[in-house]
């Protein structure tokens, strides 16, 4: 069974960081594109970054702020995201495929307020 587990979302104020982490089981992970989604309150899906064999790709509202990363060794995927805005308020999910296309996990909650 493919299993994607989000963890590390949390409230932080604007200007803040946080790395979320998605632990994968039940697929070969390092054959496997993989990236994150993020769905605010009320609002459709957005793509936010996805890393293949050839490197990483940012949607334009987090490029030079949020980076993707990944441990074929321990079957994980990251996103560090800094200098938080209120606008990055939203539920993030860790998808397989390039742009989320494969499936997602449950997702991890993450406010950014003052």
């Known amino acids: 069974e493919v299993q994607l587990v989000e963890s590390g979302g949390d409230m932080v104020q604007p200007g803040g960081s946080l790395r979320l982490s998605c632990a994968a089981s039940?697929?070969?992970?390092?054959?496997?594109?993989m990236s994150w989604v993020r769905q605010a309150a009320g609002k459709g899906p957005e793509w936010v970054a996805g890393?293949?064999?050839?490197?990483?790709v940012y949607a334009a509202s987090v490029k030079g702020r949020f980076a993707i990363s990944r441990d074929n060794i321990n079957n994980m995927l990251y996103l560090q995201m800094n200098f938080l805005q209120p606008e990055d308020t939203a539920q993030y999910f860790c998808a397989r495929g390039f742009m989320g296309d494969l499936g997602w996990g449950q997702g991890t909650q993450v406010t950014v307020s003052s």
């Open positions: 039940g697929f070969a992970f390092s054959n496997y594109e």
């Open positions: 890393i293949a064999y050839g490197g990483d």
